[in-house]
């Protein structure tokens, strides 16, 4: 590994100095993991919400007894539910899966519950909106309607004859025909646009259509509902599992079989590598102040993996990671796992 020491010494600028603004992209930042548990919490508390307001207008129309015993399932449905998700990953990589399938329909039956009141909401929302435009749509067809049979009848409109009686009537109609004419322009100008009553379903109808698939407008209104229900239903179960993934990762245990305390780490790595001249100091120890020095000469922290700071002091990676082991044991340094590698810090 020597040979690659003056390769890591050119880029060691690059390797052990990661940018400010990397460091806050990090899943381990603190700016990351707050913003993490704030969207956990807005999420999860969404879902109960719808939950527990459908809970509620079902059972109080019997009881309020039996309301509040509605309310009550669904809260401890709505809270055990990304836990159980989270629970159900954990065992199933464990190996533990009658206690993982357990967990895994627990989060299915809150799901579906969940599923069951969004759906209710939202498409009773979406319905009442599209009900409401083809109102307003319709209305303004009939004053379209109204102001052109108006229009037309009122240019092909002539009297009957020249007498008095013929010449009465048909000033008459043309008034009440100018007056509907009127009234008719009133109502197209403050009848609300409404071009189409579902303009959602209609527009997936035409991209599908330009893809080449036929998708009936009507049909496709009655699945769009289920899109942001399903996003707020993936979203909040996975709600815990979104936290873990935020939060600083523990530092790496230990491989069997290595020392876990400082002298038993001195002991093993004597064992491990004799030092090759009895005169001369120990190599342990050499590697120790090799890291600490690396630390030091980087403001007392530094981002690196454990067979990269032993090419760049030329050592043997099982001897680095000894050496850290040894000073995490002893307080000199504090040692944490990250996905950008091992973090380092002199511990004042």
């Given amino acids: 590994m020597s040979r690659f020491s003056p390769f890591f010494h050119s880029c060691k600028g690059f390797v052990f100095r990661p940018s400010e603004a990397k460091h806050l992209a990090s899943p381990s930042s603190p700016i990351i993991r707050s913003l993490t548990i704030i969207a956990a919490i807005c999420l999860v508390s969404a879902s109960a919400g719808f939950g527990i ?7 109080s129309k019997y009881d309020a007894v039996l309301g509040v015993i509605f309310v009550i399932m669904a809260l401890g449905l709505e809270i055990s539910k990304p836990f159980a998700v989270d629970g159900a990953f954990h065992l199933a990589r464990r190996f533990k899966l009658l206690q993982a399938t357990a967990l895994a329909l627990v989060a299915v039956l809150a799901v579906a519950y969940s599923l069951q009141a969004e759906l209710t909401f939202m498409s009773m929302t979406r319905g009442d909106l599209v009900a409401q435009r083809a109102t307003v749509h319709d209305a303004a067809q009939r004053a379209e309607q109204r102001y052109q049979l108006a229009l037309a009848e009122l240019g092909a409109l002539k009297p009957a004859g020249t007498s008095k009686s013929a010449t009465n009537a048909y000033l008459t ?31 997936l109808s035409t991209y599908a259509q330009a893809l080449g698939w036929k998708a009936d407008p009507a049909q496709l209104g009655l699945w769009l509902p289920l899109i942001g229900v399903l996003a707020l239903e993936v979203a909040s179960a996975f709600a815990v599992v979104l936290v873990r993934s935020s939060s600083p990762q523990p530092p790496a245990p230990a491989p069997a079989g290595e020392p876990v305390n400082a002298a038993s780490a001195d002991q093993a790595g004597s064992a ?56 995490t044991i002893a307080g000199v340094i504090a040692a944490q796992t990250t996905r950008n590698g091992t973090v380092l810090r002199l511990v004042a």
Avoid at 183 to 203: F, K, L, N, S
């Fill in 53 to 59: 307001y459908f809970a509620w207008t079902i059972g």
């Fill in 173 to 203: 109609r043309r008034e009440a025909l100018q007056n509907d004419l009127r009234a008719a322009e009133t109502d197209r100008r403050t009848a609300p646009v409404a071009i189409t009553a579902d303009p959602g379903a209609i527009a």
């Fill in 272 to 327: 491990a590598e004799p030092p090759a001249n009895t005169g001369e100091a120990d190599p342990r120890e050499k590697v120790k102040s090799a890291v600490l020095n690396h630390l030091a000469e980087r403001g007392g922290s530094a981002v690196t993996s454990e067979r990269g700071l032993a090419a760049l002091i030329g050592s043997s990676k099982p001897t680095v990671r000894r050496a850290i082991h040894a000073l």
